[in-house]
Each structure stands twice: as C-alpha cells, then as structure tokens.
C-alpha cells in the first residue's frame, strides 16, 4: 500500500514540475511572439518615407517610443 501511495505522491509531483514547465513556455512563446510583432512593427514604420511618416505625426526617432508605448521623456537617461 505504500508504495501505491508513493507513486501517486510522485506522479502528483510530476504533473506539477510539468504544469510548470509549460505555463514557463507557455509565457516564453507569448514574450517571444509580442518581440516580433514589435520588431515587424518597427521594421514597417522604419520603411516609410519621412511624408509618411510625418502624414502620421511620427519622425524616425519617435518610432521605438511610438511602438513600445513609452515616451521619449521616459527613454532619457537608459543605456542600451
């Protein structure tokens, strides 16, 4: 009987390890797949031309700031 309960213990803790383990790739898919939208994003707005660009109210180096969402105010000062 012990060992019946032993291996029900450490199945339980298995399934927890890997419920773990996918909830951790789960997150590292979704970071990964925001990254690229970024990156897709920027790679767009960097392809227009400066009209275009300003027909946005956009200059090229507003770009980053319009795509993470911060402002230029917020990015002074950090070290990249």
């Known amino acids: 009987m012990s060992t019946n309960s032993t291996t029900t213990a450490s199945q339980a803790g298995s399934g927890r390890i890997s419920g773990r383990l996918a909830a951790a790739l ?11 939208q970024r990156q897709a ?4 707005l960097q392809a227009m031309s400066d009209r275009e660009l300003r027909d946005i109210g956009l200059s090229r180096s507003q770009i980053e700031c319009a795509v993470t969402g911060e402002r230029a105010r917020d990015r002074v000062g950090r070290h990249y």
Do not use: M, P, Q
Not at 26 to 36: D, E, N, P, Q, V
């Open 26 to 36: 789960k997150s590292l898919w979704t970071a990964f797949i925001a990254w690229r």
């Open 41 to 44: 994003a920027v790679a767009h």
